[in-house]
């Protein structure tokens, strides 16, 4: 007899938090791999540090915002309180502005001339951020598709988190990480 997999219905609760535990996991390592591949370049000698734009911080309290207001959502939504509808907008809102905030640095940085191909660095910052915007905008697509579903709003929450959390990570990796710390991690003199 062969098995068949139901599309129209939703996986169970466990196996969609495994699913996106997995998700998470597979997203943590290509950025990590990424941030390797950054400390080592930087030790290169055509390296220059590339001065964070200040907008960035608008972008992190963004993400936060975000955060917050999808776990709020997400718990309403699970007690059917009426509040799950107006933090879900929050949530998205916060997301957008994120987004946009990343837009304006990655604009002030290309009109100071800071291009990607000007210098190393450069050319990271414009990677690991593209590449962080491209899985928030995945996870704007996993919201809309879970609607006000408390137990969906629940994994879309926990995968945000964990894009807060790999943000903070790349934004505090870009902002003080420096090749003298990368030598002494590696033990060179």
């Given at each position: 007899?062969?098995?068949?997999?139901?599309?129209?219905?939703?996986?169970?609760?466990?196996?969609?938090?495994?699913?996106?535990?997995?998700?998470?996991?597979?997203?943590f390592v290509l950025f990590v791999l990424c941030l390797l591949a950054y400390a080592m370049r930087m030790r290169l000698g055509d390296w220059r540090a590339l001065p964070l734009p200040w907008q960035l911080n608008v972008s992190t309290a963004m993400l936060i915002l975000s955060s917050a207001s999808l776990q709020w959502a997400s718990v309403a939504a699970r007690r059917g309180?009426?509040?799950?509808?107006?933090?879900?907008?929050?949530?998205?809102?916060?997301?957008?502005?994120?987004?946009?905030?990343?837009?304006?640095?990655?604009?002030?940085?290309?009109?100071?001339?800071?291009?990607?191909?000007?210098?190393?660095?450069?050319?990271?910052?414009?990677?690991?951020?593209?590449?962080?915007?491209?899985?928030?905008?995945?996870?704007?697509?996993?919201?809309?598709?879970?609607?006000?579903?408390?137990?969906?709003?629940?994994?879309?929450?926990?995968?945000?988190?964990?894009?807060?959390?790999?943000?903070?990570?790349?934004?505090?990796?870009?902002?003080?990480?420096?090749?003298?710390?990368?030598?002494?991690?590696?033990?060179?003199?």
């Open positions: 007899m062969e098995a068949s997999i139901d599309l129209a219905r939703p996986a169970r609760p466990a196996t969609a938090r495994v699913a996106v535990w997995l998700l998470l996991g597979v997203v309180g009426r509040c799950a509808r107006g933090a879900l907008f929050a949530a998205f809102v916060f997301a957008a502005a994120f987004l946009a905030a990343q837009g304006w640095a990655w604009q002030a940085l290309v009109a100071q001339g800071r291009l990607a191909s000007a210098n190393p660095s450069n050319g990271f910052f414009f990677l690991l951020t593209g590449l962080h915007a491209l899985h928030v905008l995945g996870g704007i697509v996993a919201l809309l598709l879970a609607g006000r579903r408390g137990e969906r709003l629940g994994l879309c929450a926990l995968y945000w988190h964990g894009l807060l959390a790999v943000w903070l990570l790349l934004y505090a990796t870009m902002a003080w990480l420096t090749p003298a710390i990368v030598d002494f991690i590696c033990g060179v003199a």
